[in-house]
Protein backbone atom coordinates (compact mmCIF):
# COMPACT_ATOMS: atom_id res chain seq x y z
CA UNK A 1 0.00 0.00 0.00
CA UNK A 2 2.93 2.36 0.91
CA UNK A 3 4.81 1.90 -2.26
CA UNK A 4 1.79 2.56 -4.43
CA UNK A 5 0.90 6.11 -2.16
CA UNK A 6 4.60 7.13 -3.14
CA UNK A 7 4.18 6.34 -6.98
CA UNK A 8 0.66 8.29 -6.75
CA UNK A 9 2.43 11.48 -4.59
CA UNK A 10 5.21 11.11 -7.60
CA UNK A 11 2.68 11.22 -10.42
CA UNK A 12 0.72 14.03 -8.55
CA UNK A 13 3.90 16.02 -8.76
CA UNK A 14 4.61 15.44 -12.24
CA UNK A 15 1.00 16.67 -13.13
CA UNK A 16 1.54 19.53 -11.01
CA UNK A 17 4.69 20.41 -12.12
CA UNK A 18 3.73 19.98 -16.07
CA UNK A 19 0.17 21.98 -15.33
CA UNK A 20 2.89 25.15 -13.91
CA UNK A 21 4.45 24.85 -17.27
CA UNK A 22 1.73 24.86 -19.54
CA UNK A 23 0.50 27.68 -17.84
CA UNK A 24 3.99 29.59 -18.31
CA UNK A 25 3.13 28.56 -21.87
CA UNK A 26 -0.19 30.04 -21.94
CA UNK A 27 1.50 33.00 -20.78
CA UNK A 28 4.13 33.36 -23.04
CA UNK A 29 1.84 33.24 -26.16
CA UNK A 30 -0.95 35.09 -24.79
CA UNK A 31 2.01 38.08 -23.91
CA UNK A 32 3.07 37.69 -27.12
CA UNK A 33 0.16 38.47 -28.91
CA UNK A 34 -1.33 40.74 -26.65
CA UNK A 35 2.17 42.75 -27.70
CA UNK A 36 1.40 41.90 -31.17
CA UNK A 37 -2.16 42.74 -31.42
CA UNK A 38 -3.14 44.81 -28.66
CA UNK A 39 -5.95 42.37 -27.43
CA UNK A 40 -5.68 39.07 -25.45
CA UNK A 41 -6.55 36.20 -27.87
CA UNK A 42 -9.16 33.53 -27.48
CA UNK A 43 -8.70 30.17 -25.53
CA UNK A 44 -9.15 29.05 -28.95
CA UNK A 45 -6.23 30.80 -30.50
CA UNK A 46 -3.97 29.77 -27.29
CA UNK A 47 -5.16 25.82 -27.24
CA UNK A 48 -4.02 25.34 -30.74
CA UNK A 49 -0.70 27.40 -30.34
CA UNK A 50 0.59 25.69 -27.32
CA UNK A 51 -1.48 22.61 -27.98
CA UNK A 52 -4.34 22.04 -25.65
CA UNK A 53 -7.56 22.01 -25.50
CA UNK A 54 -9.43 25.16 -25.38
CA UNK A 55 -11.39 24.35 -21.96
CA UNK A 56 -7.49 24.14 -20.50
CA UNK A 57 -6.46 26.92 -22.35
CA UNK A 58 -9.54 29.23 -20.86
CA UNK A 59 -8.53 27.64 -17.03
CA UNK A 60 -4.66 29.17 -17.55
CA UNK A 61 -6.53 32.07 -19.10
CA UNK A 62 -9.00 32.76 -15.86
CA UNK A 63 -5.88 31.73 -13.40
CA UNK A 64 -3.67 34.00 -14.81
CA UNK A 65 -6.04 36.84 -15.01
CA UNK A 66 -7.12 36.43 -11.59
CA UNK A 67 -3.61 36.27 -10.14
CA UNK A 68 -3.04 39.59 -11.81
CA UNK A 69 -0.92 37.87 -14.68
CA UNK A 70 -2.96 39.18 -17.49
CA UNK A 71 -4.73 42.58 -17.73
CA UNK A 72 -8.34 41.90 -20.50
Do not use: F
Not at 8 to 18: D, G, H, V, W, Y
Not at 28 to 50: D, H, Q
Amino acid sequence: MQGRREALQSANTTRKAKGRETKAHVLAVAAEYLVETGVLPAGRVIAEEVGISKHMANIHLKSLRESGMLDA
